[in-house]
């Protein structure tokens, strides 16, 4: 079975200032990999998306994802925090056949002014 | 297209009351899932579906009831709503493919008295 653990719960970063929202994940194959943003009561948005190609993934909004199997990471960058930025992210894992979904339990990032 | 809808998009239930939540998709996706979001825990599937007519459990199917009558429809039902069932409930499509990416719809917050 597979498993993803976002590894902090909260982060804060103050506006302008780099992100870093980190995710490892455990997996018998090759997997899938996933972030997701939830804006405060909104659905979930597609940040970006490892499937086996490049393994730095660019995303929207200026996101990117580096995949590390020697690792097991997918964590989350972004080189300036904006306002518009603060939400929950969720890392996410794929089965093995690519049909279901295992979430982390997620990382609220907060930014400062 | 819609994507991927939810009705209602809040409901308040006493105890012991029963509802059904509507997930409609006009993607003509084969996979359908319900999930619920409680804080920390990220999204736990429940129940889903991989065509219509056919239904299978998630992580945390219990109290729950669901059905697929048509390929576009999957109904998420509670018989004897709980406490416990408070919730934001997600549903999502899949097709099979390359992309691998569900599709989310915009989420129903459930609160049981």
């Known amino acids: 079975a597979q498993s993803v653990t976002q590894l902090d719960s909260h982060v804060s970063v103050s506006e302008g200032t780099p992100v870093l929202l980190r995710c490892n994940y455990s997996?018998?194959?090759?997997?899938?990999l996933f972030w997701y943003v939830q804006h405060p009561n909104k659905g979930l948005q597609l940040l970006l998306k490892y499937t086996s190609a490049a393994t730095l993934v660019k995303g929207i909004n200026g996101f990117e994802a580096e995949f590390k199997k020697s690792e097991t990471s997918f964590h989350l960058t972004k080189p300036s925090a904006h306002m518009s930025d603060a939400a929950e992210y969720f890392c996410?894992?794929?089965?093995?056949?690519?049909?279901?979904?295992?979430f982390g339990g997620g990382t609220r990032l907060m930014v400062k002014p | 297209n819609a994507g991927v809808t939810q009705t209602p998009k809040f409901r308040v239930l006493k105890t012991g009351q029963s509802m059904t939540l509507l997930c409609a998709q006009d993607?003509?996706?084969?996979?359908m899932y319900w999930y619920r979001q409680d804080p920390g825990m990220g999204l736990r599937l429940i129940h889903y579906s991989v065509g219509e007519g056919t239904t299978a459990k998630g992580e945390v199917p219990d109290g729950y009831n669901v059905s697929r009558l048509k390929k576009q429809n999957f109904l998420l039902g509670l018989e004897s709503a709980a406490p416990s069932q408070t919730s934001v409930y997600f549903c999502a499509s899949w097709s099979t493919g390359a992309y691998y990416e569900q599709y989310f719809g915009p989420g129903t917050r459930l609160t049981v008295t």
């Open positions: 997996s018998s194959y090759s997997p899938s």
């Open positions: 993607m003509n996706h084969e996979y």
């Open positions: 996410v894992v794929t089965n093995n056949a690519g049909n279901m979904l295992t």
